[in-house]
C-alpha cells in the first residue's frame, strides 16, 4: 500500500497545508532530507485545543493533539515532494509540549504524532525522537511537532 492508501485506510484525509503564522515556510528541501516547519494542531486554520498539558489536557487528549501535528506534518512533506511515497524515511521528530510544571509525561504526548508516521510509512516511520516540555506555544496549542524526512 502506498502512504495515501494507508492514510485513507486509517479513515484519514490529509489536510491542506496549514499557512504559516510568521515568516516562515512549510517546508524546506536540501538534497535528500526535508525538513519541516513546526506544525501545531490546527483544523481548518483553527487550533484543535489549547492549553497545557498537565493542566487543562490529559495526556491522551495531547497525543490526539500530537496526531493532528502529524497530520499537518504529512501535508507539509506533500506539499514539497508532491507524493508521500517518495519518503523513504522519518529520521528524526520534535515534539514540543506546552506543559504545567509538574507534567512529566511528554514522550507519551508525542506518541500521538509517532504512531501516526508508523502506520503511514510501517518500518520507515519508525524514526528518532525528542519529546520536551515548553512554558507555551504559538497560539496557545498544547503541541508542535516537527521532522526531518529523507526523501528520494
Do not use: W
Request: glycine content about 10%; overall charge negative; proline content about 7%.
Amino acid at each position: 500500500m502506498t502512504p495515501e492508501e494507508r492514510l485513507e485506510a486509517l479513515g484519514l484525509t490529509l489536510p491542506e497545508v496549514p499557512k504559516p503564522v510568521a515568516a516562515y515556510v512549510p517546508a524546506v528541501r536540501t538534497g535528500d532530507l526535508v525538513y519541516t516547519s513546526g506544525q501545531v494542531p490546527l483544523v481548518d486554520g483553527k487550533p484543535a485545543r489549547t492549553g497545557k498539558l498537565g493542566a487543562e489536557l490529559t495526556t491522551e487528549e495531547g497525543a490526539e493533539m500530537a496526531r493532528i501535528c502529524g497530520l499537518n506534518v504529512l501535508a507539509a512533506l506533500k506539499s514539497e515532494v508532491g507524493d508521500l511515497g517518495r519518503v523513504r524515511r522519518i529520521v528524526k521528530v520534535v515534539v514540543f509540549v506546552a506543559s504545567d510544571p509538574a507534567f512529566t509525561e511528554q514522550p507519551k504526548v508525542g506518541n500521538g504524532a509517532s504512531e501516526l508516521f508508523a502506520e503511514v510509512f510501517g518500518e520507515a516511520g519508525k524514526h528518532a525522537r525528542s519529546a520536551v516540555g515548553v512554558a507555551a506555544l504559538p497560539l496557545d496549542v498544547p503541541v508542535e511537532v516537527e521532522v526531518i524526512a529523507e526523501v528520494a
